[in-house]
């Protein structure tokens, strides 16, 4: 997989937001805190939101749709207990940052809407 575009900028404060879903949102599994911080949330807004990306909460994104808080995505990934092998089936793209997150920590991973 190639990394996607990003900033210095954008990497601290993937940085800080993964520091808060450890210490504030009680997340422990390293492997979901490194997907989140692999994921460059901000490209999944549009350009004129996007000081709101690495926020913990969910942001409108149009259609009547919201982009999930970081700590919900975080939370529903580490109860999955996903492992390298595994084949996932996501229903429900949205934004696609779930499905992003998710194809970091599995092998295959398919996202239907």
């Not at 000081?51 to 994104?61: L, N, Q, T, V």
């Amino acid at each position: 997989m190639q990394p996607l575009p990003d900033s210095y900028r954008h990497r601290g404060q993937r940085r800080a937001l993964v520091t808060l879903l450890r210490e504030q949102r009680n997340i422990r599994d390293e492997r979901v805190l490194a997907a989140i911080n692999a994921v460059p949330r901000h490209l999944f807004f549009e350009p004129a939101f996007e000081a709101h990306a690495y926020h913990d909460k969910a942001f409108p994104i149009g259609e009547g749709q919201t982009i999930s808080q970081p700590s919900t995505v975080a939370y529903q990934t580490e109860l999955l207990g996903i492992r390298p092998g595994q084949r996932l089936l996501e229903v429900g793209t949205g934004s696609g940052y779930q499905f992003a997150v998710l194809c970091q920590l599995a092998d295959n991973v398919q996202s239907i809407e």
